[in-house]
């Protein structure tokens, strides 16, 4: 006798098949990778260096305290291992939310490292010692007029007219050179040589014209155009309307109303007390 093999009743019937959804690689679209370039050989050296550029990042990029300790663990491990040849990645995740706030002074250095990224970068170190050889040779010039270019962004980007060289000697990145008094001394005279500076007291006191008079005096114009300024502008008026311009070495103003006034944008007057103001023709 043929049994007839009784049919089961199919349990997927009537039913979707569940598909196995394929897995997303989600990455963190916040996470900020920090490259830090390792060298073979000289590790111990190696690693002194990687952990003071990774304190200076929690200055500089914004990075946790908690970020460089675990980056520091890394470098600790891969270093230990042998493991130079290639790049170390650290990818923090800023999750926490801890907002980091900067004081005035700080965030003057992040845009100025900004501007010059070879200031903390680890190859460029030789930057802070002068060339060796004769003064005038190319290596010289050219490491002069960077260390110029430095100095300049710091004051404009500061808002410092008057640059104190004694206060120099304590500021980062210049605080940094191996002869710093001697090195700012000669930074000093290069840019009063390319006379976009000038001693007020040689040494000591350097005026920086991160701007010059004439463009200081067109800032003034718009700003006395914006105000409506129609009454005569004393130069105690700029020094407390709080702006740029305001900390202008106050001699410097009796030039500015002269160009302004050779420009046929006003006259400049005295009062009965003998001060000088301008009065804008607008």
């Not at 002194?48 to 946790?64: A, G, H, N, P, V």
Request: proline content about 4%.
């Amino acid at each position: 006798m043929t049994m007839e093999r009784q049919r089961q009743p199919d349990s997927r019937q009537g039913e979707e098949q569940e598909k196995p959804q394929p897995e997303v690689e989600v990455q963190d679209q916040q996470a900020h990778p920090v490259m830090l370039e390792s060298h073979v050989g000289e590790i111990n050296r190696l690693k002194i260096q990687l952990k003071r550029m990774l304190k200076e990042l929690t200055l500089i990029d914004d990075f946790l305290p908690s970020t460089v300790m675990m980056a520091e663990q890394v470098i600790d491990e891969a270093l230990d291992d042998g493991d130079v040849e290639g790049s170390i990645t650290v990818e923090p995740s800023l999750d926490s939310g801890v907002k980091i706030t900067h004081t005035k002074e700080e965030l003057i250095i992040i845009e100025l490292y900004k501007l010059h990224g070879w200031l903390d970068n680890i190859r460029y170190e030789f930057m802070f010692s002068e060339p060796g050889g004769k003064k005038k040779s190319d290596d010289y010039k050219e490491w002069l007029e960077e260390w110029s270019k430095v100095l300049f962004d710091f004051a404009s980007i500061s808002k410092r007219h008057i640059i104190y060289v004694q206060d120099l000697l304590d500021q980062e990145p210049f605080n940094k050179l191996r002869k710093r008094k001697e090195t700012i001394d000669q930074v000093c005279k290069h840019m009063v040589k390319k006379e976009v500076a000038e001693w007020l007291k040689k040494k000591e006191k350097l005026r920086v014209y991160w701007k010059t008079l004439d463009e200081w005096a067109r800032i003034i114009y718009q700003w006395a155009y914006d105000n409506m300024i129609t009454e005569p502008l004393f130069i105690f008026n700029l020094k407390e309307a709080g702006e740029d311009f305001s900390t202008i070495p106050v001699e410097e103003f009796e030039d500015i109303f002269k160009i302004l006034e050779k420009q046929g944008k006003g006259r400049v007057v005295k009062s009965s007390e003998g001060k000088i103001a301008f009065i804008f023709d607008f």
